[in-house]
């Protein structure tokens, strides 16, 4: 059974620039979370979806957002980024409908603003 | 924000050594659970613990939970190298997502 897979793996942007990072979770399971990693903040949520639908969100600005499609794929993008946003976003893929069950996570993508 | 916080923040032990990192939370819970991240990559879920369990073993792992002091123990024992690694608490908060606290980096040398 494939993981969860995060493209792309690394990218560099500039600031202003926008990206969007995808995530596929583990076949069958239809919650996706996306988490932003930094040394100094640590593991911070951002926010997660269920069957296409954001049921929570984390404290991050509106440059933050995210979708998920039918087949639970999921994207999340950044706008107008800052340097402050250079960091490992991580996706996690969830099999119940409870947000606090198991997560499976991605090995994810490092972006870097310059 | 951090509902966990893990202690200590940074161990070093000789393999075959036992590994003891502690995390405490804030608010109560329905489980908490243990991740383990290897540098740079992604979480692996190591153990869940319900709240109205005490203890918990997996292998080599051994997780306890005080609701009353609010606390958790992870316990890892006869450490290998291959355990060197970033380890995390999670909480479930409202139970509405995970929240991770700090992280312990243990570093286990051969």
């Known amino acids: 059974k494939a993981g969860v897979t995060q493209t792309p793996r690394y990218l560099i942007k500039t600031r202003g620039q926008q990206v969007t990072l995808s995530c596929s979770p583990i076949s069958g399971h239809r919650s996706v979370s996306w988490y932003q990693q930094t040394p100094g903040q640590g593991l911070q949520f951002l926010f997660e979806y269920f069957s296409e639908t954001q049921r929570n969100k984390g404290n991050f600005p509106g440059r933050f957002s995210g979708r998920q499609f039918s087949n639970s794929r999921s994207e999340m993008n950044v706008s107008t980024l800052e340097l402050g946003d250079s960091a490992l976003y991580l996706c996690a893929s969830g099999i119940a409908a409870s947000l606090t069950g198991e997560l499976f996570f991605g090995e994810g993508s490092r972006l870097t603003v310059l | 924000s951090q509902q966990g916080e893990e202690d200590p923040q940074a161990l070093s032990i000789q393999e075959g050594e036992n590994a003891t990192m502690n995390c405490s939370y804030k608010?109560?819970?329905?489980?908490l659970q243990w991740y383990r991240q290897n540098s740079g990559r992604g979480l692996v879920h190591l153990i869940l613990?319900?709240?109205?369990?005490r203890e918990k073993h997996s292998g080599r792992l051994r997780v306890t939970l005080d609701t009353s002091k609010k606390s958790s123990s992870l316990l890892i024992t006869a450490s290998r190298a291959a355990d060197t690694a970033s380890y995390f608490c999670?909480?479930?908060?409202?139970?509405?997502?995970?929240?991770f606290g700090t992280g312990t980096r243990l570093q286990v040398f051969p």
């Open positions: 999670a909480t479930d908060r409202d139970t509405d997502k995970l929240i």
């Open positions: 608010t109560s819970i329905n489980n």
């Open positions: 613990i319900r709240s109205n369990e």
